[in-house]
């Protein structure tokens, strides 16, 4: 998933014009739908559609996924990596659990803490609505990656990303049992750890790559997020692209 930030219209002005819209046309399905956070809809009709509104979409396409294998790439000596996991009870508790192994950087370290504190507000204003619905887990995927993005963009959080040329930030929400898989499809849940997971039945986890800036002349950070619900859209990410200014 993706999102755009220009859509352009293109209008048939010839009878051969319209031969090849509806020619396209016939390529269409539902699948090629892809909703922004406008609620407007965009498709990719036909790949050698010429159309601005098409190339837009693929050269967006295309740069999300460059950046994201660039930045999951294990043999990038310049990309750090911090993961970090936080179950959740359900209501406004969550214990943390960074990952062994981590290469943490102070930007990294920086983010993780703005990510926590975001979480925290959202448990604890959402426990408190009047409504009931599970945290983060029931929340829509696209507001959610929408509201992180503005966390990061606030200006507390931008004046620790000096230092960055690109971050990339997945994330994934889901019940335990989802958590971690065997080969065979088994949940990654022992005997010993069964009273925790009754306790903390959601979890949610960030992986955060930074890369360094190899020059000074760009004052923009490049943010990547992937976010992922496993029961919502599992295995297929919404991701949203953006360009942070970073504050004197």
């Given at each position: ?25 016939d390529h269409y ?104 619905r599970l945290p ?38 889901g019940h335990v ?72």
């Amino acid at each position: 998933m993706w999102i755009g930030n220009t859509i352009t219209s293109f209008e048939p002005s010839t009878e051969k014009d319209r031969e090849v819209v509806i020619q396209s046309l016939d390529h269409y399905s539902e699948d090629d739908d892809t909703v922004t956070d406008t609620g407007r809809t965009l498709s990719s009709v036909a790949d050698h559609h010429d159309s601005p509104t098409f190339m837009n979409v693929n050269e967006d396409e295309e740069s999300i996924s460059f950046i994201e294998k660039m930045m999951k790439d294990p043999e990038n000596g310049q990309v750090s990596r911090y993961q970090n996991t936080y179950f959740m009870d359900g209501g406004n508790r969550f214990i943390s659990l960074p990952t062994l192994g981590n290469t943490s950087t102070k930007a990294a370290s920086h983010i993780s803490r703005v990510f926590e504190d975001w979480l925290q507000n959202k448990l604890y204003h959402q426990s408190n609505d009047g409504l009931e619905r599970l945290p983060i887990l029931e929340d829509s995927v696209e507001l959610l990656a929408e509201d992180i993005v503005n966390k990061l963009k606030s200006r507390n959080s931008v004046r620790g990303l000096t230092g960055l040329s690109r971050i990339f930030i997945k994330i994934r929400t889901g019940h335990v049992y989802t958590y971690h898989q065997l080969e065979d499809g088994q949940p990654l849940i022992t005997a010993d750890m069964e009273d925790f997971f009754q306790q903390f039945p959601l979890f949610v986890e960030i992986i955060i790559h930074t890369m360094p800036k190899e020059d000074q002349l760009s004052d923009d950070v490049q943010l990547l997020l992937a976010v992922e619900n496993i029961t919502v859209n599992p295995s297929d990410p919404y991701h949203i692209k953006e360009d942070l200014q970073l504050v004197a």
